[in-house]
């Protein structure tokens, strides 16, 4: 039996006795349930307690849930006077005595709290939602970050790669878990259940994490078609029955096109990297015939940076005589015409291919997606024209799509000089066209 | 799949990247391959890097072990200058970035470290076996007790209540966790499959605490005997065959007869209190007919105490008439010489219900087992007299055992009194005996 | 493993090695390849030659399976000379030998066969497929049913009772077999996905029979409500956001509202009377606190039987004031007219009790469903006014439902008063309701 | 949930309502209980009466047993008169009405009987019980095989190999399957829960043989080595700590060593030749490396097939002076003492070869498991000296052991030849040793 059920039983009996010695527990505050909570009390029937404090909070309004967050701002902080007092203490000793006095007066007592609510049935889902409000709250509110730096510490230590579990979704998956991946869908969107059962199709594969706290609930997944040779166009993968759907031992390549993360209250926990490459080993140990892994990705900065440096006189990249081929895109039928998809063809990805390699952000890449793959050390392989034609695909990048490749053997190696001096990597072909542009 | 499988062949295949690489990685220090994970390497084949900690960790002799672990207390410390600088910063700023800036500097990197490792296959078990190194290293180096309080901190946390789930354990349940329990069943020995099978018969339950990064390992079980009235000896406990079997609809008992911890590297990361109270609500559920929820407990200190007490002249608890009575243990054979145990028995009892409810550490009893039992919420019940005629339960108690009963809707009170104030909750007979000893 | 997969291999790789040796194989008739099966060759690899046949019958048009059948009927029955021979010696001797004699002698070869093809992976899926065939092709070659004599009695032996699981199906279930309630729900028809998530929503339950040997494929499966007194009408059974959701322990009576069977190849081989027994016990254990267990189920055949009374005009059933008022029923909007619907309701319920008590086929009631749910030893309960306003609902019996109660202890002697002499049960009100029309 | 379970309390609740109707029903007998199965009562609430049925029989003694198996050759066979008459009907008309009347005049009540015992909880695990009582009053009462004529064909027909599911079985296998391997291998005898689990080590495997109504019951199983070779000798088969313990991939050969059927009571049904080729099919699969397929197997029926060679003057095996050589056997000790081990060795395995060669019943090998394997399609590769030292192996053979090989590719072609020649395959080797004796 789980925990979680059993959990609400004995939780559920507890709140009773609860109740039945204090009638006016349903009306105390989610302050008072907290302060419970941590008292000695909490120790008996800690999972009573910690259910008050979920029910509480999931009955507040925002206006309750903001005060909520300033009242752990200022109730449950470190005390100063005490830190440096103990700071001056471990300074001086540098025992045993000293370290554990210094760390109790650092830690807040927020991370005990939050430890103790975690032990109430969807104690752990309440915390995630709790860390969603919290960034929103955060956008106004820049001070509540200090409860989000330690919520987040808990979670990156609970959501430690160690205690996640792999697992393959398939179409004979739950539909609890399915009806999320329609939810979730982030990158090429699902329409309906029809959709979803093309993705699980032949010669497709699905796999997310998974927190075993978190049941039924993905934490990200990552979409792949196993095709023969590189993939450069999106249709043909979300949907099976547009490829020639070779036998599967036929295949030689695994196409990453798509990855979703589920949880907001999970955001800056990253998950990502672990799961490509993860995948990449299960693929090849059940397939061992495919010898290529590359992603199908998407560009969401070309355009934006584009008009940015259009608007700009003196932009490094562009040419004076790009920006007549360019203005042919005002037409808003531009790439069903096949004279002006022609025509600005070399040029946009040209410009592509500068934006990827030398648009920065401080030393690393501007495209979010690129500093992603490349920051796990993925090389860049292929530009492709007209690969995404969907509305999204033309308004983020005139339609193109790269190929991020995955070469286990170098990927550390490319992580390495990426994050130390911002190397790129990228395949030969790529590098040479670049410098031919 | 399990991700542990997965993580297996995807830090296999990183190793043998790694040594390609690298042909002295076999040969390095169990420190370098630490700093090697915690620098950015780590980032890009983190569990390569990490199962290289493990296989050096697991490799390497008592010396080589103490050796690293002072390597981690000097190496791995936060610096003490820094500390009292942040501690001033926060002082006087008070706001997310001294906070964090803080923290950051009181947060050991060996915090970081273990959680690192924790990504290898196998990282929480080795991270669970180095506690169990370490405590065994503090005995003689106190000052290791720093590295401790990281280490449990973490296991905490990870090990949170929220994070475990309840097992039935049935006698279909996989060998290799029923071989665990004859190896870690500390109570009641149990010789082997044929003892096992019998505490798993008609009538018998056993439930045991699991986490889901210790596939296999149980980390408590508790032992438990349905039967009509409360019970008062252990061999038809541990031997279905002897009682008189009744039906299942027919008891309206469940006695919790033995409780062992199975992993000395949780050592004082309690779950026994949770463990008991959750039986209690899931034999409830199951078995609505179920009206009394007891242990039948030795008592490891009294002859122990006993003892010290008949040699102190001034006992406050030893009557003068008391101490020929007690010369009579002297026999070895006292128990079964029905004439001697008569006569000793009233003293014994008398003397034990004092141990038990007089005998004080601080303000909470002396007995291990009654300090455990009273801390949950339980009251002392029953004293029962040839309970435990086995040597060990000779050795401790005189073959005395004790029942503490859960009355679930009195835990909480009988907590708080016994937490704040040292108040021993009892059944009315077993004070009322007391009184009038 | 499960077999089949497994099945599958070791077929595949049979296949190849067959393959090799005889280069003609995949060009073989479906009739060549069942004569291997049955030679002494398929002893040794006989899921490879099983899985030929199974192969070649899945590639055959109409005209070659018709062809098959007629194979099977002449080639692989009984040779009468040899019964005759075989029958006269069994009278004579009566012996073990003279009765194996007999018997082998009147086994058809088919049956044989057939159970070779089980072997096969897939084989059980064929073989119910291909029954599923041979019903098609009867209803022109009725000298075909001599084949489904043996096919049938045979999938009656392999789909008895005791080899059926009973498994609940609910939103977390495999979607594969969710699509396939979507596909067989043959009485309120679904729309697709959001409607089958209404109908495992709260106080909803759904079970299903399965066979070990049809992974993934439900045989029969029953929709129930869980309601406060008897349902009368459909709507807020099939979208419980319809009605006032009480929880789920207030409830006390389960309603069937739906039995759909989905293999046409097993028609005729009945489950429909165990499963919904089984049902009833098994919301019995689960819920104790329900009281009421009835159908609220169809009159398929009233309005058919109505009309050709209506035609008839000796009728003993309708009245001559009937008539008039059941004229009002030419208007299409009838029902939705409160004074036609008030005017033509008592006339109609009238008669449609007397359709269910004294309509009979034989010695047993006319209606299809009265026959099934009255022959399991059901009662009829009530009859209700406007319970199903759906198309099918007003054409089948102008929007009337009936509740058929099942009464556990009853239903034995319901069911052989029934069989044996025609004895329709009724509750007290219906049967009173019914005299005084 | 199983359907076991449920049918349990579907069964427990109908006998509930069966015995206030009726109280002398504990009372009735076994045959009235099946009389009331058969009639039409049973279908309304079989699972009640299949289970009185069930309860009856195993509280019957021998005697009643006896009794009871003869009133079913009495009272449940077919009617000779009838089936004459249907045997003339269908030879003149040979229509399906005439076909099926004439099966059902065949058909014996006593499967129909058995189908519906089938019905109740454990009904498939009381029919084969049933059938080992009645194999074993066989014995004395021959006319009972026209009784298990009908029930092995039922058993053959529900135990066919697509309903049989493969499962390896490992240490983490439920103790309730695992006690079952120590109680029921018939090979080389284990002593115990040690024994076992050294089975299950390193580099080996088991596999056995389930069916879906007999969960938790093993019906046939397979003990299988990996090794580096052919295996010669059992001791480090049976024990891995003694076998030089190379890693997996290291390993070309698996060696089958054990094999033993489960049920007596499925006696004849054999299973055997499947297991063995579909254990070879799933370690090709899992294990590519593998390249050889054999068993290491005794030679049951050798020593005695020799002593009464030597007591027959005129043996056509045995030289005079061989006589002399094997005189040296009447010494206890023989194969300990190095002088007389060379001295018989040559004489020895010279006549073994010819033993299994040469000697046969009819035209197949006197040796049943040469019979057995060469049955499958494998072939004799190689007589082993002192493969078994165990009391057993020197009784039954001298030590000496047998590997049969599985060829795949030769399965088929071998065992034609076997079953309509008699022609026994062996290796090169073996064949020209064989010739030089």
Known sequence: MRLNELLNSVAEAGREILSKRDKSLPEKTLETHCANLLSNKGEALGSAFAMAVVIAYRKSNEEEKLKFFYHLLESYSPNPELVIQRANEYKASNDYKAYAALNDAVESPRQMLFRRINMAP????????????????????????????????????????????LEEIRWD???????????????????????????????????????????????????????KGLADSIPPLIDPTLDASISENKTDTAIFYSISNCQAGLAGISFGNFLIKQVVMELKRELPHLTQFSTLSPIPGFLKWLSREQENGDSEFIKETDRDVLSLLGNEHWYQDQEIS????????????KYLFHAKRGKLPCDPVARFHLGNGARIERLNWMGDKSANGLDQSAGMLVNYFYEISEVEKNHEAFINDGVIATSKDFKRKLSSI
Do not use: Q
């Open 173 to 227: 998956s739950p539909a609890v878990i399915l009806e999320k991946l329609i939810k979730y869908e982030a990158v090429h969107y699902m329409s309906g259940w029809e959709d979803l059962k093309k993705r699980l199709g032949k010669n497709r594969r699905c796999y997310a994490f998974f927190h075993p706290s978190l049941p039924g609930e993905p934490l990200i997944f990552v979409e792949v078609a196993l095709v």
């Open 342 to 353: 022609e025509a600005v063809k070399p040029v946009l990805m040209g410009l592509c291919k």
């Open 122 to 165: 969807n104690g752990t889902e309440t915390l995630v939602e709790l860390r969603c409000d919290l960034l929103r709250f955060i956008k106004n509110n820049p001070e509540l970050k200090t409860i989000d730096y330690d919520l987040s510490h808990l979670l990156k230590s609970w959501f430690n790669r160690g205690f996640l579990t």
